[in-house]
């Protein structure tokens, strides 16, 4: 099925009924809904649905709630700071009456969301006034794991108790056995101090939280040999090919990518650039993209690989680009005298259309005309990353993807891809190791990753779930959670929380009182992110690198304290390397360390509206971004073509040399890969896990996200879950999606209450009957299902992650969370 969206085709081809209203009505609320927060923030909020849904149930509540905001009669001021509710960074301005915030509003003087702003930044004042979903102080737990009951305690006696544990496994010659858990993004200060904490311990057990930018990154080192990132000039593109990314439900920096659509669909852009959405769900994106093609879930790369194929086939590939810029296209023949196969002949093999049609579900002659119609853009553009991007990807697809765009010839071109240079911040000093250090990081990480078996991947949490929950003895006495929630985010069957009913010591200096908090017996509450300095180092997905910095907008409501100067505080309580490796009076000192390269590099821009003259010394230009400035680069192709790529071969490779230099004495099946031969060292479909299960679990579950709703570490402000429709949450039940042919089969329809089940448990919910979801498959929504917070949030909804999955991605060793084996029974 190929569903062309534009105008009376769209009308004639779906005629999705729903409740009694056609696609139309439905996708003309989600549309007013986008307008209203994102399209530069300027429609007034009569235009919303949102705020007739809320009507009644406001008055009500509102004068309950304990968090919003009474206005007091004073002053009114401005202060400019970044969100950092997602990894987006988007600029906000902060309304104060006195010192009380009152409103959150988008910054038109900040490059990545130029005003606008999504539902979750503006709900951010729930969160910073709200004592239920905080913690006040530090806490020690008094009550059951799990419980929510803790006892307040000084910040003295809460660093002394984890002081003296680290010093305890130190001198007993346990380092490795503390863990870190970090959910800070990639380049973060607070990353790089998480994880030199745990380095200077003597620990390698440093593990950060997956999403598909470091998808992205695995791909940019197999296929082009740098450590990223891989940027996309989307808006300088005229036809988008996305692979699943959610860009009207929150993908990569949604303030970006909202404003890219923005000049797309508005004069003199519009009807220019096409965009065109493989998912197998009609979510918003798909609703609203110009062409969906609904893809069977996990068969994406399988897809690619067939548009490959009839770019090769019709020879309407990039010849010069291919030719003399990219290695493995052709057969070839090594030094040795091996032949080996190419990639074009490896699609031409394998990827016909009407293989390709049977494994996706599209017709061939969609295939076709999609595969011409990328060929023949001027500025073509494949993405890559499902949902907000937020998980982890699949290595081979994000390969075929990229593979797509190399064949086109769109790297380091105006609208395509743009491989970056490291955003220039300087280095921290070298940690300098004491001798239970040096032992303790020869040891090898709990989750195996970057061993052989996993030679890719950074963290794989389902190896350490397993590694604990298999071991006699935990191999970790103390567990430290920064930034994260990963008890409730990880698409893991809740392999990680029962987990941590097996690890002795478990600390969270998360603000809220979120799930992986209640599991712990310490909390070191850190500032929110209104309260306090840090910084947002290139949003993701950011088409250039950016430099900001939070600032607190309100004094700290609570006795809460900046994460970066607990480190530094325990640091110093610590004795040898962990001492040494941390000298710095405060964390402004580390910031402001790292910030010094973006000034010595004596390249970028400090200030995005007017001009005003550059800065002449540092101090200058740290008092510049502290106060509502920023450092960016926007300048954008920077490579010379002979230093694009840094591979063995030096070119772009088709065939990559570092996964066949990974495989050397292993077999591709012990990595994961089910194919052999030179096919698994190139972008290729595996079949899904779940196909062997099909008897027993004969549906999919794919889990969805949508912008109105966070579904990661940080929680959802509550006035959210109030404006979701009635078929997405109906007062505590989750619904399940499933299509109108879906539910005959199974005998159920809207308002009934099913168990899903999957190998790994079941959940309840309700059905909701779609014509946008695909026959066979069962789509949940993520950000549900809390059972910590307060009464707002707690009992909302059932979460997906609960019951997922789907099995392993070969090669990444990561969960494949897209594609769940599941059954459903009416309860
Ligand atoms: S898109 Fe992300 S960074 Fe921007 S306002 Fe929303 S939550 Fe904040």
Known sequence: MNIDCDGANWQRKIDMKLKGKNITQVLGINRRNFVKFFVGGVIGTGLSPFPWKLTDDLAIWTQNWPWVPVPPVDEMTHEKSLCKLCPGGCGIEVRKAGERAVKIEGRSDYPVNAGGLCPVGMGGLQLLYNEGNRFTGPMKRIGLRGSGDFQEISWEEALDMLAARISFYRENGKPESIVAIDGNTIESTMSLMVERLIKAIGSTNYMRIPSSVDTSRMVDLLMQGNRGPTTYDMENSDYILSFGCGLLDGWGSPGRVFNAWRTWKAPPLKDKIRIVQVESRASDTASKADQWIPARPGTESALALGLAHIIIKERAYDRDFVENMTFGFSDWESPYGNTHKGFASMVLEGYSPSRVADITGIEEKDIVSLARDFAMAGAPLALCGKGKGRLNGSIYEFMAVRALNALVGNINQPGGIIIQDPIPLAQLPDIELDLIAEKGLKNPRIDRSGSRRYPFSHSLFNNFSEAVLTSNQAPVNILLVFSSNPCFTLPDGGDLRRAMEKIPFIVSFSPYRDETAYMSDLVLPDHTYLEKKDDVVWPSGLQYPLYG??????????????????????????????????????????????????????????????????????????????????????????????????????????????????????????????????????????????????????????????????????????????????????????????????????????GDMVSVISPKGKIQARVHVFEGAMPGIVYMLLGLGHWAYDDFLRGKGVNPNDIIDGGLDPLSGQPVWWDTPVRLVKV
Not at 657 to 680: C, V
């Open 549 to 750: 910095l939070t600032r607190p907008v309100v004094d700290p409501l609570y006795n809460t304290k900046n994460s970066g100067d607990v480190i530094l505080r325990l640091a110093k309580m610590l004795q040898g390397s962990v001492k040494a490796s941390f000298p710095w009076h405060d964390y402004e000192d580390v910031l402001k360390i790292r910030a010094k390269g973006l000034f010595d590099s004596g390249e970028g821009l400090t200030m995005y509206d007017g001009a005003p003259p550059e800065c002449t010394t540092f101090d200058e230009m740290w008092k510049r971004i502290n106060t509502g400035g920023l450092w960016y680069r926007p300048g954008k192709f920077r490579k010379k073509p002979e230093d694009l790529f840094n591979t063995a071969s030096g070119k772009f490779e088709f065939f990559s040399t570092r996964i066949k230099d990974a495989f050397n004495n292993w077999d591709p099946e012990d990595m994961g890969a089910l194919t052999i031969g030179d096919e698994a060292f190139m972008p290729h479909y595996e079949l899904s896990e779940a196909d062997s299960r099909e008897g027993l679990f004969p549906l999919r579950m794919v889990p969805y996200e949508i912008i109105n709703l966070a579904s990661g570490w940080q929680p959802s402000p509550p006035y959210l879950t109030k404006i979701l429709f009635d078929n997405q949450l109906l007062k505590t039940d989750s619904f399940a999606e499933v299509n109108p042919e879906t539910a005959a089969k199974l005998d159920v329809e809207e």
